[in-house]
């Protein structure tokens, strides 16, 4: 069996059109060589290589994404050790005409012996929004005469059910996202221009404030990777959540971790979507998962407890503008260890709204233990029953809530779209 390596160097974000200057780096890789005149003579098997294209996705960001891929068999890039580089170009051209280019590449320097056991690729994942594009795919060895170019049509349809027929307005046709983010800017994104129009207009004034839990469960404090997996998740729930924007009100973020008993980041007055990421990304590092204490985990009774004095204090917060106080709430159903039930009171008057993005994402394939064949039932794993108690739903419950249980981009797309519907009707 043949191992596979994501091993993506040397590649800068472009996403404008020829007719404008381009990043130097792109610039240098296309002018390099003659990339017009290979196009021009049509499809080129002059190299080994396999190219494609992954089918439009939508993903956890609302947009609709391709992966282009250039895989290279480990074998041919050490028999061209060890001068040069290994480059792979794409250009996408939407109907327009209008021309987006990007490159990758490897020095052939860096080659290993041990890399011919391997498959390494050089890949983009490329917002797009629904229209017809040609990508032209091209690879060679930088001094030599060969190259590899194939074309492709890509089609994106628009979404068989479109509850925000206006969220992508004002995006471009494609943007490249970043192929080497480091940490949590593989989820956040920040080199993203684009922003979402997600646009609610109330009769009356509204603060709106994003609440994130973020506690990881038991079985994530022991395997760490399973909690960045389900960063993967909900931080790009959440930069969807922070775009909203309340023409007759304020946005505000908060990330809660419950075995801390913590507010790990809170942001108000949002402007434009534009929350803080370096200041999100440096308070998630000082609440790393590993630097859990022991104190914090013999208290996990106090998460409930926790969870409805943040509540609480929110509710009752006073304000002298009237205005109305309206709450999403986004989590995983998680045991809040209280022995006794916790319920949270509304406050006197009723001037508030509560919302609840019921995160129930899992990845099965990971995490299901299978039993021997004909050896009977198959036994929960570890991590779907940590979600079988959904603490954070109880609680919430004299507050009414409307709960959205989602469990992929396309739920989270029509509960963002029924919550900012209601909000407009308040």
Known sequence: ???SVALVALCSLLSVTLAHAQSRPVETAFAAVPFQQWVAEGAKAGLPWHPRITPPKLTMHQRIAVQVKVDLDGNELVKRCCEGQAVALVEIRDEQGRIYRNYGGKDLKDIKPTISEYTVSISWQI??????YKATIAFYYSGRNAHSLTTQRVHVGS?????????????????????????????LLPNIEGRLRLAAKASRQIHLEILENLTPYPSERRRPK?????????????????QL?????????????????????????????????????DAMAA?????????????????????RSEMARRLDEPGSDGALRIFIVISGPMDLGSRTPIEIAPPPGGHFAVFYLRCDFLQTSAIAKQTPFFAGPVEPSEQKLERYEDGIGKELRKLKPRVFAV??????REALAAILSDISRM
């Open 226 to 242: 399973l909690y960045t997996d389900r960063l993967a998740v909900f931080l790009p729930i959440l930069k969807t959540f922070g």
């Open 407 to 412: 469990d992929s981009a396309q739920g989270v």
């Open 1 to 3: 069996m043949t191992c």
């Open 287 to 307: 609440d790393s998962v590993p630097a859990v204490d022991v104190h914090d985990l013999a208290q996990e009774e106090q998460f409930g407890e926790f969870f």
């Open 245 to 281: 924007e309340v023409e007759n009100g304020t946005v505000g973020v908060s990330l809660l971790d419950l075995a801390r008993r913590s507010v790990v980041f809170h942001e108000q007055d949002i402007k434009e979507g534009q929350i803080s990421w370096t200041n999100l990304k």
């Open 159 to 187: 979404l068989k059910h479109e509850p925000l027929p206006g969220a992508w307005r004002d995006l471009p046709a494609v943007e490249f996202r970043d192929p080497q983010p480091e940490g949590l800017d593989a989820f």
């Open 127 to 132: 917002f797009l929004l629904p229209g017809e």
